[in-house]
């Protein structure tokens, strides 16, 4: 089993910064993805950016240049570092694992930190 643990998120104005960190904790073996997801007011949960074992990124067109997702060495600690940010950025941000031990596929989300941006 694993437990993902988020930190960061709050409020921020318009054009500033926030840094959210998601540490997984427990059995983590075979390949893995962690991610980012948010999920706004009345709308759904989207993914906002990822990285595979291999680190390669992957980043939704509306954060693009001001989002940028990294992991510690041990790739067990995801980072998500904001700039820029924008009112429509606005929402409960999630962390995610997919653990790939061939031919299963397990998934882990934290609890969701809120993000707010003040116009």
């Known amino acids: 089993q694993v437990q993902l643990v988020e930190s960061g998120g709050g409020l921020v104005q318009a054009g500033g910064s926030l840094r959210l960190s998601c540490q997984a904790r427990?059995?983590?073996?075979?390949?893995?993805?962690m991610a980012w997801y948010r999920q706004g007011p009345g709308k759904e949960r989207e993914l906002v950016a990822s990285?595979?074992?291999?680190?390669?990124?992957h980043y939704a067109d509306s954060v693009k240049g001001r989002f940028t997702i990294s992991r510690d060495n041990a790739k067990t600690t995801v980072n998500l570092q904001m700039v820029n940010l924008k009112p429509e950025d606005t929402a409960v941000y999630y962390c995610?694992?997919?653990?790939?031990?061939?031919?299963?596929?397990?998934?882990?989300w934290g609890q969701g930190t809120q993000v707010t941006v003040s116009s």
């Open positions: 995610n694992m997919v653990i790939i031990n061939w031919p299963q596929a397990e998934q882990y």
């Open positions: 427990g059995n983590i073996s075979g390949s893995h993805v």
């Open positions: 990285i595979r074992d291999n680190g390669n990124e």
